[in-house]
């Protein structure tokens, strides 16, 4: 899936005029970067559907310092050949557990903790194994230009509960997968994440 040039553009314009509110001083450019950042706003509420805050405006707002890719980390963990997937309140659909990285956290440490909160198991990170730019993977447009980490874990604990985000978290076979939530995870990768459960020599893919 190509994304459409105006999000590429209004994306290009949102940077731009978060780094500029970052680093400029002069009140003239300062006001001319809010007009930039409403430009982008107006741009990507014309081309929607696009999965983001309603209020993009504000969404831009919160925005701050040098504009750079968001990261969404994901972990594969794997029980009798079976990977666990949870359930997203959100869209009622399945992905690996996961969600964005948090300022402070190493990769590694965010994708285990989003793994406890959203399933209720505790995992043990052994491998990075894919490294993705969103938009070259076929997910549907999204706000913000974002970089996708896959990790394989290992079980060490806890069993399956419910959180604030996900209603489910339950083990899954190669083919048998439930609706996926197409926002977070594609089949492909969930195939790509067993290749690399039943061959642990593989690379790290990355794009």
Known sequence: ?????????????QALSQTGLTYC??????????ELREIAAEMMAAGAPVPADAQLSQ?????????????????????DDRILLVREISDHCWTLPGGWAD?????????ARETREESGF??????????????????????????KAFFIAELRAGAAQPSNETS???FFSAD??????????????????F????????????D
């Open 103 to 111: 300022v402070g956290e190493p990769p590694s440490v965010a994708a």
């Open 168 to 170: 489910d978290a339950q």
């Open 25 to 34: 001083k002069d009140q003239f450019d300062i006001h001319r970067y809010h």
């Open 1 to 13: 899936m190509s994304h459409p040039q105006w999000l590429k553009w209004a994306r290009r314009l």
């Open 59 to 79: 969404l831009f707002a919160e925005q701050c310092g040098y504009a750079t890719p968001k990261i969404d980390v994901r972990v594969a963990a794997f029980h």
């Open 176 to 193: 048998h997968l439930p609706p996926l939530s197409l926002t977070r995870v594609m089949p492909a990768q969930v195939a790509h994440m």
């Open 195 to 206: 290749e690399h459960h039943r061959d642990p020599q593989l690379p790290t893919s990355f």
């Open 122 to 147: 505790e995992v043990e990170i052994t491998k990075l194994a894919a490294l993705y730019d969103r938009d070259l993977q076929g997910h549907p447009p999204f706000a913000f230009h974002t970089y």
